[in-house]
T-cell receptor, first 113, second 114 residues
Framework: GAVVSQHPSWVICKSGTSVKIECRSLDFQATTMFWYRQFPKQSLMLMATSNEGSKATYEQGVEKDKFLINHASLTLSTLTVTSAHPEDSSFYIC?????????FGPGTRLTVT | GQQVMQIPQYQHVQEGEDFTTYCNSSTTLSNIQWYKQRPGGHPVFLIQLVKSGEVKKQKRLTFQFGEAKKNSSLHITATQTTDVGTYFCAGLFLRNNAGNMLTFGGGTRLMVKP
């Protein structure tokens, strides 16, 4: 099956700093990538939909200026958490879509101290 | 907004017993997808159902999509310890001018006692 990678797999940062998370589709081109957030033992919440070459579409309640998404190519999307706070600590998962299904990355665990 | 409700939240079964999780949507779905997430892992796609009343089987797993395309179920026959994990349904909603949206249910966490 198709493979989606995420980097880093985990990161600890200090409050007020910014963190960039990369999502790559390794063996297929994904015109659409999705960013989700998952709190412990909870479901995935869609944050934004990212289309290559255009601005991301953010879901209601997600701050565009705080969660910057760039979809520079058909195989790479990045999520930057700006001025991170402890409440941003979470598991961030990306997925990439081909015609048939969504493939999820392994996730990035962000801890903000 | 669109919501997908999933029950039960947790289920403990003895190995060999059957297990079922149910999903309900507030509105008609374009399709429904099922994922399995092992503890510490990421969601892995299991199957997609598109047609009204569709039933699909994967070995011991049976997936159903309701006639009204608003509900779905996943049934596991004779559970094994390898079935442990959280099963999520995800409904695809078509939104005008806003792209399709995959909304996840809350998940059912399955625990199997050997």
């Amino acid at each position: 099956g198709a493979v989606v990678s995420q980097h880093p797999s985990w990161v600890i940062c200090k409050s007020g700093t910014s963190v960039k998370i990369e999502c790559r589709s390794l063996d297929f081109q994904a015109t659409t990538m999705f960013w989700y957030r998952q709190f412990p033992k909870q479901s995935l919440m869609l944050m934004a939909t990212s289309n290559e070459g255009s601005k991301a579409t953010y879901e209601q309640g997600v701050e565009k200026d705080k969660f910057l998404i760039n979809h520079a190519s058909l195989t790479l999307s990045t999520l930057t958490v700006t001025s991170a706070h402890p409440e941003d600590s979470s598991f961030y998962i990306c997925s990439a879509s081909d015609v048939y299904e969504q493939y999820f990355g392994p996730g990035t665990r962000l801890t903000v101290t | 907004g669109q919501q997908v409700m999933q029950i039960p939240q947790y289920q403990h079964v003895q190995e060999g017993e059957d297990f079922t999780t149910y999903c309900n949507s507030s509105t008609t779905l374009s399709n429904i997808q099922w994922y399995k997430q092992r503890p510490g892992g990421h969601p892995v796609f299991l199957i997609q159902l598109v047609k009204s009343g569709e039933v699909k089987k994967q070995k011991r797993l049976t997936f159903q999509f309701g006639e009204a395309k608003k509900n779905s179920s996943l049934h596991i026959t004779a559970t094994q310890t390898t079935d442990v994990g959280t099963y999520f349904c995800a409904g695809l909603f078509l939104r005008n001018n806003a792209g399709n949206m995959l909304t996840f249910g809350g998940g059912t966490r399955l625990m199997v006692k050997p």
